[in-house]
């Protein structure tokens, strides 16, 4: 796929097959990661877990289920993995540049697995929920003092990517 190819193919997957990506395809994806630009380029206050472990990533789901606070929820759709981005924990009044930075992160990945024809959806919920489970977060064998910001499902998926037409008004926009 070319770059506008991509960029307007682009889309939240949220069914996945249940096979993971190959070894081959999620090194591109991570490598893509650390593509991302950073705030000053502090790339030591980030960084990512993949996780696939399918008995944590179900401790994940059913932490974000409880979180929006509806028990049938499957916040990371069954994917076969999900790559969590993780900062140092801000200081305060800098929360945007660290969120900022991961979702930036999260965004170079999203291209490079719709570029591979992978599924995958931007995680916002079943991270934000991970905050308040101090034991699921000891699990992920994050450095001290950091904190998930949000993340990244991956994995095979039966859906098709395609060029879809982009409103142009789908973002107000006002020149100066």
């Given at each position: 796929?070319?770059?506008?190819?991509?960029?307007?193919?682009?889309?939240?997957?949220?069914?996945?097959?249940?096979?993971?990506?190959?070894?081959s395809?999620?090194?591109?994806?991570?490598?893509?990661?650390?593509?991302?630009?950073?705030?000053?380029?502090?790339?030591?206050?980030?960084?990512?877990?993949?996780?696939?472990n399918?008995?944590?990533?179900?401790?994940?789901?059913?932490?974000?289920?409880?979180?929006?606070?509806?028990?049938?929820?499957?916040?990371?759709?069954?994917?076969?993995?999900?790559?969590?981005?993780?900062?140092?924990?801000?200081?305060?009044?800098?929360?945007?540049?660290?969120?900022?930075?991961?979702?930036?992160?999260?965004e170079?990945?999203?291209?490079?697995?719709?570029?591979?024809?992978l599924?995958?959806?931007?995680?916002?919920?079943?991270?934000?929920?991970?905050?308040?489970?101090?034991?699921?977060?000891?699990?992920?064998?994050?450095?001290?003092?950091?904190?998930?910001?949000?993340?990244?499902?991956?994995?095979?998926?039966?859906?098709?990517?395609?060029?879809?037409?982009?409103?142009?008004?789908?973002?107000?926009?006002?020149?100066?």
């Open positions: 796929m070319n770059t506008f190819d991509t960029l307007f193919s682009r889309r939240s997957v949220r069914s996945y097959t249940g096979e993971p990506a190959s070894e395809d999620l090194e591109t994806i991570l490598k893509a990661a650390d593509a991302s630009p950073i705030a000053m380029g502090k790339y030591e206050v980030m960084h990512l877990t993949v996780i696939q399918r008995e944590l990533l179900d401790k994940i789901d059913a932490a974000g289920a409880k979180f929006f606070q509806n028990p049938d929820m499957h916040p990371l759709y069954h994917a076969p993995a999900l790559i969590l981005v993780s900062t140092k924990k801000p200081e305060k009044n800098m929360e945007n540049v660290a969120y900022s930075n991961a979702a930036i992160i999260v170079n990945m999203a291209i490079a697995a719709t570029a591979l024809n599924g995958a959806c931007h995680i916002w919920g079943a991270a934000a929920a991970l905050s308040f489970d101090g034991e699921l977060v000891s699990k992920l064998g994050l450095p001290e003092g950091y904190v998930p910001c949000c993340g990244l499902t991956v994995g095979k998926t039966d859906e098709v990517y395609s060029a879809r037409e982009i409103p142009s008004d789908r973002i107000s926009k006002n020149r100066i």
